[in-house]
């Protein structure tokens, strides 16, 4: 059983930066896939990012945060980041993580309880 818990959320300007983080409690995530979501209020939760394979630097990106945002891992410490830069009130949302099949949105296990992100001046 893969516990993944996110954090690193916050409340930031238009234009600022935030990393999230998304540690697990479990087996080591290699070769597993991992990926972030978000939920803005009224709407559909929606696929962000996911990262995975067995070299660790497949990634896959929402159009909505190409470039703006970086999705990275590191193994010793069992957490995947989100390094989210350039941030619009657009991405204004919960954030949550959650592993994946393949780089796809297609998630496997239930959801945290995510962390919050408000781009707000």
């Known amino acids: 059983q893969v516990q993944l818990v996110e954090s690193g959320g916050g409340m930031v300007q238009p234009g600022g930066s935030l990393r999230l983080s998304c540690a697990s409690s479990?087996?080591?995530?290699?070769?597993?896939?991992i990926g972030w979501f978000r939920q803005a209020p009224g709407k559909e939760r929606e696929f962000v990012a996911a990262?995975?394979?067995?070299?660790?630097?497949?990634?896959n990106y929402a159009d909505s945060v190409k470039g703006r945002f970086t999705i990275s891992r590191d193994t010793v410490k069992n957490t995947v980041y989100l390094q989210m830069n350039s941030l619009t009130p657009e991405d204004t949302a919960v954030y949550y993580c959650?592993?994946?099949?393949?780089?796809?949105?297609?998630?496997?296990?239930?959801w945290g309880q995510g962390t919050q992100v408000t781009v707000s001046s």
């Open positions: 959650n592993r994946v099949r393949g780089l796809t949105p297609s998630f496997i296990d239930s």
């Open positions: 479990g087996r080591t995530f290699n070769p597993n896939y």
């Open positions: 990262i995975g394979g067995w070299s660790g630097d497949s990634t």
